[in-house]
T-cell receptor, first 115, second 114 residues
Framework: DTGVSQDPRHKITKRGQNVTFRCDPI?????LYWYRQTLGQGPEFLTY????????KSRLLSDRFSAERPKGSFSTLEIQRTEQGDSAMYLC?????????????FGPGTRLLVL | AQTVTQSQPEMSVQEAETVTLSCTYD???????LFWYKQPPSRQMILVIR??????QNATENRFSVNFQKAAKSFSLKISDSQLGDAAMYFC???????????FGKGTKLTVNP
């Protein structure tokens, strides 16, 4: 049973460039989440999908951020016109919908550095 | 909005000893879930233990146990017989039944001394 995978693991980009991250959830999981973690902080929720539908977005997800999960499997998170403040670890998690709050399983993250 | 507070930025423990990490939270909800996650250096976050608020019995997982005090909104993690591999950042997290997002505290860095 493979866990959640994320690609790339590290990304360095120049301010103003666009970047895209990919997340592959655990295969039978129908829920997928994106979080952002800055240094010295806990993860902060960005958005989540149930299958291909994006059901909740945080106010942290500005217009420059867009997430998709086109076939209800993998997901992409794109940041347009990156800013230095976007430097962070971007974490993906997945879960299997059931009654109550499911356990979320996290991937290794993509560390973004914007120069 | 729910908040999670971890008041201990860093803790240390001797190998084989017991340590308790603190977590308090603020919510007006009655149905929710609490989690402790472990994040080793440069490695992914893994679940240590979870507690459903409707359960009065404290959750245990091998050397890990919680002290859940619902009225006090407190959720501490006890690690018994600490091992070198327990060294990590520990995050307390809150999950509401009405929302799928988790709200995390800022974390406690645990050092285990040989």
């Amino acid at each position: 049973d493979t866990g959640v995978s994320q690609d790339p693991r590290h990304k360095i980009t120049k301010r103003g460039q666009n970047v895209t991250f990919r997340c592959d959830p655990i295969s039978e999981h129908n829920r997928l989440y994106w979080y952002r973690q800055t240094l010295g902080q806990g993860p902060e929720f960005l958005t989540y999908f149930q299958n291909e539908a994006q059901l909740e977005k945080s106010r942290l997800l500005s217009d420059r951020f867009s997430a998709e999960r086109p076939k209800g499997s993998f997901s992409t998170l794109e940041i347009q016109r990156t800013e230095q403040g976007d430097s962070a670890m971007y974490l993906c998690a997945s879960s299997l919908r059931s009654t109550g709050q499911e356990t979320q399983y996290f991937g290794p993250g993509t560390r973004l550095l914007v120069l | 909005a729910q908040t999670v507070t971890q008041s201990q930025p860093e803790m240390s423990v001797q190998e084989a000893e017991t340590v308790t990490l603190s977590c308090t939270y603020d919510t007006s909800e009655s149905d929710y879930y609490l989690f402790w996650y472990k994040q080793p250096p440069s490695r992914q976050m893994i679940l240590v233990i979870r507690q459903e608020a409707y359960k009065q019995q404290n959750a245990t997982e091998n050397r890990f146990s919680v002290n859940f005090q619902k009225a006090a909104k407190s959720f501490s993690l006890k690690i018994s017989d600490s091992q070198l591999g327990d060294a990590a950042m520990y995050f307390c997290a809150y999950g509401s039944s009405g929302s799928e997002k988790l709200v995390f505290g800022k974390g406690t860095k645990l050092t285990v001394n040989p």
